[in-house]
Nanobody, 123 residues
Framework: QVQLVESGGGLVQPGGSLRLSCAAS????????IGWFRQAPGKEREGVSC????????YYADSVKGRFTISRDNAKNTAYLQMNSLKPEDTAVYYC????????????????WGQGTQVTVSS
């Protein structure tokens, strides 16, 4: 059964850090580009970061550059999103997704999606 499961979300104060995990089962994560997306209430889902299957390319939204880092552990078949210096505007449900394409920007070009994990940044 193909599955992506996110974890690591929670409530954190502004300036704090969280590390999200995206565990894959039923397929090899390394064969896919891994994207992280987020969706805030009343807003469209937006891309946050992506890591190509070759490992040669990473992409970040301007709003998170310098604060977020995407990575993967192939031995654990798991991807991560390290989030530092969190801001209230980072509050959203975060999703990971896998695509056979090279970090596509269109949501429908991702083959598999996790269920999402809530991140709330508030004092």
């Amino acid at each position: 059964q193909v599955q992506l499961v996110e974890s690591g979300g929670g409530l954190v104060q502004p300036g704090g850090s969280l590390r999200l995990s995206c565990a894959a089962s039923g397929f090899t994560l390394d064969d896919y580009a891994i994207g992280w997306f987020r969706q805030a209430p009343g807003k469209e889902r937006e891309g946050v970061s992506c890591f190509s299957s070759s490992g040669g390319s990473t992409y970040y939204a301007d709003s998170v550059k310098g604060r977020f880092t995407i990575s993967r552990d192939n031995a654990k078949n798991t991807a991560y999103l390290q989030m530092n210096s969190l801001k209230p505007e980072d509050t959203a449900v975060y999703y990971c997704a896998a695509s056979k394409r090279l970090c596509p920007s269109r949501i429908y070009e991702y083959d598999y999606w996790g269920q999402g994990t809530q991140v709330t940044v508030s004092s």
